[in-house]
């Protein structure tokens, strides 16, 4: 019966330790690996600019997969935002009415990185570029 009741108590003890030593372990904090956050991409501020010997056109412009909505606009025209550096970029017009040219320009930090000029009627000029 002795016998019984000393390897009853030293499975407890085994067991119990055990337990114990996970719940210590775990209260004393073995910290998980620090993951470092991802960085965030700076802002850049891009212009994006339409010129042109036409007076109106349809424009469409912004990151290349959530391109904005086509918009008509009296020429010459631009707008500005702050986008994320490595963006994709994409700014288009077309002349549906006049005959003439237009020219569009992407300019990053007041740097032209993008231009390109259509002269057709009912033509589509279209500035596309990556932001180093």
């Given at each position: 019966?002795?016998?019984?009741?000393?390897?009853?108590l030293?499975?407890?003890?085994?067991?119990?330790?055990?337990?114990?030593?996970?719940?210590?372990?775990?209260?004393l904090?073995?910290?998980a690996?620090?993951?470092?956050?991802?960085?965030?991409?700076?802002l850049?501020?891009?212009?994006?600019?339409?010129?042109?010997?036409t007076?109106?056109?349809?424009?469409?412009?912004?990151?290349?997969?959530?391109?904005?909505?086509?918009?008509?606009?009296d020429?010459?025209?631009q707008?500005?935002?702050r986008?994320?550096?490595?963006?994709?970029?994409?700014f288009?017009?077309?002349?549906?009415?006049?005959?003439?040219?237009?020219?569009?320009?992407?300019?990053?930090?007041?740097?032209?990185?993008?231009?390109?000029?259509?002269?057709?009627?009912?033509g589509?000029?279209?500035?596309?570029?990556?932001?180093?």
């Amino acid at each position: 019966m002795l016998r019984y009741l000393a390897i009853g108590l030293l499975i407890i003890f085994v067991v119990g330790g055990a337990a114990a030593a996970i719940v210590i372990g775990l209260r004393l904090g073995a910290a998980a690996p620090l993951v470092p956050k991802p960085a965030t991409p700076p802002l850049v501020n891009v212009t994006y600019r339409l010129s042109g010997t036409t007076k109106r056109a349809v424009v469409t412009s912004g990151e290349l997969d959530t391109t904005g909505q086509p918009l008509s606009v009296d020429i010459p025209w631009q707008t500005f935002a702050r986008v994320p550096a490595g963006s994709d970029l994409y700014f288009s017009a077309r002349n549906d009415t006049d005959k003439g040219t237009l020219t569009c320009e992407i300019i990053v930090d007041g740097k032209v990185i993008e231009t390109s000029t259509h002269s057709e009627a009912g033509g589509k000029v279209a500035c596309i570029t990556t932001l180093p």
